[in-house]
C-alpha cells in the first residue's frame, strides 16, 4: 500500500508538469508522513508484542530477574526485562522453570501533541475479573475486541498486527492475511510507544500503560530465599542417590516475606518425599528413591511468600554407581589373621567402609579406603582369631556422604583357631 500512495503521487506529478518545486516539495512532505505512519505501525506492533510476552510472564508466576536500560540508535528509550517462569513440564507431573532466558524489549513514550488528532493506541490488554484471562481491548470504542464470532481475542492468542492505510489504522489478526478497517484516524503527533512510563524499583518494575493510565506492576525477585545444604554442604546441580536410599535436603527460609512463607515438597510421581519441619523457617525434606533408579528423577519445592507469587526449585538426581574393579566378595581368611586384603572399584562418589560386628563382640576387622590414581581403594587387615570356632565379620560399602548406607557388602569368614597338640 506504501508504494502504490507513492505511486500515485508521483504519476500526479508528472501530470502536474510545470509546477515543479511545490510538487517535489508536497511530494517529499507526504512521503515524510507515510514513512512515520509506518514507523508508528512498526513500533505498535513491537510493544504489543512485548505486552503479550509480559502477561505470559505474569500467568507463568514470573518475576524478573535482570533489567537493562538503554536507548536505540532512533533515540527511544527501553527496557530489557529478563524474566524467570515457571510452568507445567511436559508429562505434567511437575514444573519447568525457565531462568533468566525469556525476555522482553519494551519501549516507553509521551502522549501525542495533537490532542485533538492524536489517536495514541488502538489496543491493550485488559484482564477480565471473571476468568481472570487477558484479552485485547479497544481504548477507542471501549469494548474488547471481537471476531465475527463475537469470541473475544485472548493475550495468550494471536497478537494483532497493525497498519496505516490513506490516514486509517488497520487491524490483522491472521498474521496480515487478512485486514480489518478499525475506522480510527491516524493523524498528528501520535506518539506509538503503548507505555509511557517504566519505573525500576528494588523489588518491582511498575509500567505506566498509556492507553488508560493502568500500572502494570511485574516483581523482581521472590521475597523470600531458600537456601538448601546436603550433608552440609551447598545443593549441585545433581543429587547423587541410590535405589531404596533416603536422601534428606535440609532448607532454610530466609528474606523480607519469610514471616508469611510456605514450603511444599512435591515429585515426579515416581521418588518419595516426606517433609519435616523443625520450625516456620527451617526443616528437612526426605527424598526416597525406589527400587529402580527413575532416569531423570526429580522433585520440586514450591515457595509460597504468601502474597501471590511463588518460586520453585526444581532437584535432579543422578544414579549412584559402584563397580568391583578387583577382589572378592566373599573372602576366606586364615586363623592366624591377614593383612591388606584389598578390593578396588568404579565409583562416582567417594567410599566409606567400616565392619559390621554384633553387640558385645570385639571388632577383628580393621578397614580404611582411599583413592588411588582415581581408584576407589579398600584395604582390610584380618586379626588372628585364637578361638576354637569360626567366626564370620561383615564390611559394609557405602557413600561418604551418606554415613550408614550400604551398597555393598563385603564377607570375611575367617577359620577357627587349631586345638594345641595333645588336646
Sequence with gaps: MKRYIVAGIL????????????VRDELITMQNEIDRLYTQVDGMNKDLAALRSIVYAMGANGYIVGVEEGTDEDGRSFYKLKFRTITPDADGRGYE???DAYSVTLYTG??????EDAVPYVVSARQDEEDG?????????????????????????????????????????????TWEETGWKAKGEDAYELFTKAEVFDDRVELTLAADGSVLVLPRFLPVDVELTVGGEP?????????????SIHYVLSGTGVENALLFAGTDGRMKTALREESATEGTVDVTCPAVFPEGGYVYLTVHDGNGR???????????TLKVLYGEAVHAAPAAGETGVTLTFEANFDLDAAGVFPEGVEPWLTVKTEIVEGVRVLTYDVAANAAAEARTGVIAVGPKDHPGFEMFRV????????????N
Design 411 to 422: 564377607t570375611v569368614n575367617q577359620a577357627a583357631a587349631e586345638p594345641a597338640p595333645g
Design 235 to 247: 545443593l549441585g546441580d545433581e543429587v547423587l542417590i541410590a535405589p531404596g536410599e533416603t536422601v
Design 11 to 22: 504519476a500526479a506529478a508528472f501530470l502536474a508538469g510545470g509546477c515543479g518545486k511545490f
Design 310 to 320: 511463588s518460586d520453585v526449585r526444581i532437584i535432579r538426581f543422578a544414579s549412584r
Design 97 to 99: 522453570v525457565t531462568d
Design 133 to 177: 484471562r487477558w484479552y485485547w481491548y479497544s481504548t477507542q470504542d471501549e469494548d474488547w475486541l471481537k471476531d465475527d464470532q463475537g469470541n473475544r481475542f485472548s493475550v495468550d492468542g494471536k497478537t494483532p498486527q497493525l497498519k496505516v492505510e490513506e490516514g486509517f489504522w488497520f487491524v490483522s489478526w491472521d498474521g496480515g492475511q
Design 110 to 115: 509521551v502522549d501525542g501533541k495533537n490532542g
